[in-house]
């Protein structure tokens, strides 16, 4: 009965581990081409979102999706929101951070929506705003281009 406790105790920690320091940091690129008579020219985009920043995230970390993400040299980025995981109140230090990494992405357009955590988080949508606009997003707020 000991051993069946420790086995439970052992995979419990083993599915928190890669549920929150694993999984939430790993990178999957997938390319799609999507064809129309109405496309005049190609252009190439790059999606990402879900980032959730929080404690369990690193400068390391945005360097290398940094890296991902330029090395692709896209013409658009589009950022399909949830910035900051919404438990978390960034501290000013965070918030550098994630502006220099947004700031640091290359493309001619950088078009940001805003998630379900920026509207739940604790921060405020005006502190986001301003990171994006900062960072050179257009944040798409109930508007189009």
């Keep these: 009965?000991?051993?069946l406790l420790i086995l439970l105790a052992l995979a419990g920690a083993a599915i928190l581990i890669?549920?929150?320091?694993?999984?939430?940091?790993?990178?999957?690129?997938?390319?799609?081409?999507?064809?129309?008579?109405?496309?005049?020219?190609?252009?190439?985009?790059?999606?990402?979102?879900?980032?959730?920043?929080?404690q369990f995230f690193n400068q390391k970390f945005l360097m290398k999706l940094q890296t991902t993400i330029n090395r692709e040299s896209c013409d658009v980025i589009l950022f399909g929101?949830?910035?900051?995981?919404?438990?978390?109140?960034?501290?000013?230090?965070?918030?550098?951070?994630?502006?220099?990494?947004?700031?640091?992405?290359?493309?001619?357009?950088?078009?940001?929506?805003?998630?379900?955590?920026?509207?739940?988080?604790?921060?405020g949508l005006h502190h986001l705003e301003k990171l994006y606009q900062d960072s050179g997003f257009i944040l798409l707020n109930n508007r189009h281009l």
Aim: charged residues 20%; hydrophobic residues 40%; glycine residues 4%.
């Design 1 to 3: 009965m000991l051993l």
């Design 81 to 123: 929101g949830d910035l900051i995981d919404r438990q978390l109140v960034p501290s000013q230090s965070t918030l550098d951070q994630l502006e220099h990494f947004l700031h640091s992405l290359q493309a001619e357009k950088k078009i940001a929506i805003w998630g379900n955590h920026e509207h739940l988080g604790e921060l």
């Design 18 to 54: 890669w549920s929150f320091m694993i999984e939430p940091l790993r990178l999957r690129l997938q390319t799609t081409t999507i064809t129309s008579p109405k496309l005049t020219q190609t252009c190439s985009v790059l999606y990402f979102s879900d980032l959730h920043y929080s």
